[in-house]
């Protein structure tokens, strides 16, 4: 994002060249002037904030991560996320000004950065275990009406293209719903945050409600879980990747997405008033190497209330 003053902005491009050669003390200088032409300079304030932090200056990225919050009151950057990462702000949701601008940014390479660069495999997961539980029930795998959560560029509705009629998609992301409209697999398509978008839906209408790696961005699963619940029909699934750690409750991860205990799933999950049929370790991607510890999860609303 542009400071608005052409000088700030190219003390910020020198910067930001020197970061990424590594040269941070003379990126942070730069960075520092950028700061001082354009005051309001959300975008240098959070670099400056993230080589500060590289550089072990752990209160100087504080104060560099609060201004850029201040000075960008819907956070694009994401200087929330960093600041509850340093223990300086309490764990909380993340600002859906920040989660738009990261995904309409990341729409033209998802697919490619995601498949390709980092194994993404949710999709496959739940198709696998949602058919499972439809075997297990001795039930036909199909559906009526699918409800595709944080439907991103279209990959789960590929997945199941040949098992869902009426495929519903939500998402936050202006840019990746235009993607995913563009596979011509949705029936609807409605950009909004997904509790919210959940919240439009009739009583009992979907059968099947899916959420590929989306709750790895949602920070306190209940007000959804009480949607999904809601808009579920008797006997109607909800099937969901998710990040894990070994601890308890909710952390925010090194990638700057929340993890969950299994068990403070299972406990969500039936405080929502649903029954939790399947509940396995998965990873769903790669990073560095190494397969990032995850949970799949199969939930179902009873028959009878």
């Known amino acids: 994002m542009s400071s608005g003053d052409l000088l700030a902005d190219r003390r910020f491009d020198f910067a930001r060249d020197l970061q990424q050669s590594g040269d941070l003390v003379a990126a942070e200088d730069l960075f520092v002037q950028a700061t001082d032409l354009a005051p309001g ?12 932090e590289s550089l072990g200056d752990r209160q100087g990225a504080i104060t560099a991560f609060r201004t850029a919050q201040t000075t960008d009151p819907g956070d694009r950057n994401g200087a929330g996320l960093r600041l509850m ?11 859906p000004g920040y989660v738009t601008a990261l995904f309409d940014q990341y729409a033209p390479k998802f697919e490619a950065a995601l498949v390709d660069d980092l194994g993404y495999r949710g999709p496959a997961l739940l198709r696998a275990v949602v058919l499972g539980a439809r075997a297990a029930a001795d039930l ?13 560029t279209g990959l789960a509705a590929r997945a199941f293209a040949g098992v869902a009629g009426h495929i519903i998609g939500i998402d936050l992301s202006p840019r990746m719903i235009e993607r ?30 899916i ?8 920070h306190d699963m209940a007000p959804l879980l009480a949607e999904v619940a809601r808009v579920l029909a008797p006997g109607g699934l909800f099937a969901f990747t998710l990040e894990s750690h070994a601890g308890d409750g909710v952390v925010l991860g090194e990638g700057l997405r929340y993890a969950y205990s299994a068990a403070g799933v299972r406990a969500l999950v039936e405080s929502a008033g649903l029954l939790m049929e399947r509940l396995e370790p998965a990873s769903s991607r790669t990073e560095s190497g190494a397969q990032v510890p995850g949970l799949v999860a199969v939930a179902a609303r009873g028959c009878r209330d």
């Open 41 to 52: 300079f959300a975008t240098a304030w959070f670099t400056l904030g993230e080589v500060r």
């Open 85 to 95: 990462r340093l223990g300086a702000a309490d764990l909380a949701g993340m600002r």
């Open 211 to 218: 959420a590929a790696d989306v709750m790895v961005y949602v």
């Open 140 to 152: 036909p795998p199909a559906f009526a009406r699918v409800i595709d959560l944080g439907c991103g």
């Open 180 to 209: 995913a409209r563009a596979t011509g697999l949705y029936a609807e398509l409605d950009v909004a945050e997904i509790a919210q978008g959940l919240s439009r839906r009739a009583d009992a209408s979907a059968e099947l409600i």
